[in-house]
């Protein structure tokens, strides 16, 4: 199955702006990267799991949480086999880890994740 | 599709039985119906994808079942490694994902 590898995080002040990238690898000529829709998702001590975005394969359409929309923003390039996460106007509430995600048809497969902590 | 999962917090002793209930609040596709094991400092590991498959190297003591918008987790012979909050999801739309609020299961 094709595997994830996040990166990007760190710590941001408040108000302030990061991307964070997942690179795809592994992913078959019959079932590319770009054959999936993708998906982030962040993981919050004490608060849970939260999914924030999706977008189809080919970007057409995506979507948000209401706790993120207007502030992030999702892409892809299929050429380079990577998604994206523009986040903008970073809150404290807004540390956490970050995993992209996608349906490989026997469940949802995770990246390792990647830690943005937001704090002046 | 808003899940809540009950109790908050199961608190059992090695070798009990662990009975996690995830609730939809409309009917959703078993085809699409997960459960997360959650271990501080670890990423969510997936347990049952399909509402009741067990995920690749899970043991048999985890197992899933349920439809509609009644859905649950067990864990037989509970071991002290048991010790984790446990998630469900729904990740049916390809849009969309939901997730539990999470059920806390602590071992005596």
């Known amino acids: 199955q094709g595997q994830l590898v996040e990166s990007g995080g760190g710590v941001v002040q408040p108000g302030r702006s990061l991307r964070l990238s997942c690179a795809a690898s592994?992913?078959?000529?019959?079932?590319?990267?770009?054959?999936?829709?993708m998906h982030w998702v962040r993981q919050t001590p004490g608060k849970g799991l939260e999914w924030l975005s999706s977008?189809?394969?080919?970007?057409?359409?995506?979507n948000y949480a209401d706790s993120v929309k207007g502030r992030f923003t999702i892409s892809r390039d299929n050429s380079k086999d990577t998604l994206y996460l523009h986040m903008n106007s970073l809150k404290d509430d807004d540390t956490a880890v970050y995993y992209c995600?996608?349906?490989?048809?026997?469940?949802?497969?995770w990246g390792q994740g990647t830690l943005v902590t937001v704090s002046s | 599709v808003v899940l809540t999962q009950s109790p908050g917090t199961l608190s059992l002793s090695p070798g009990e039985r662990a009975t996690l209930s995830c609730r939809a609040s409309?009917?959703?596709?078993?085809?699409?119906l997960g459960w997360y094991q959650e271990i501080p400092g670890q990423a969510p590991r997936l347990l049952i994808y399909?509402?009741?498959i067990r995920a690749s190297g899970v043991s048999d003591r985890f197992s899933g079942s349920g439809s509609g918008t009644d859905f649950f987790l067990t864990i037989s012979r509970l071991e002290p490694e048991d010790s984790a909050v446990y998630y469900c999801?729904?990740?049916?739309?390809?849009?969309?994902?939901?997730f539990g609020q999470g059920t806390k299961v602590e071992i005596k």
């Open positions: 995600s996608y349906d490989n048809g026997r469940g949802p497969y």
């Open positions: 592994g992913f078959t000529s019959e079932l590319p990267f770009s054959f999936y829709a």
């Open positions: 977008i189809l394969s080919h970007g057409s359409h995506t």
């Open positions: 409309q009917s959703v596709t078993t085809s699409f």
């Open positions: 399909g509402a009741s």
């Open positions: 999801q729904h990740y049916g739309a390809s849009q969309s994902w939901t």
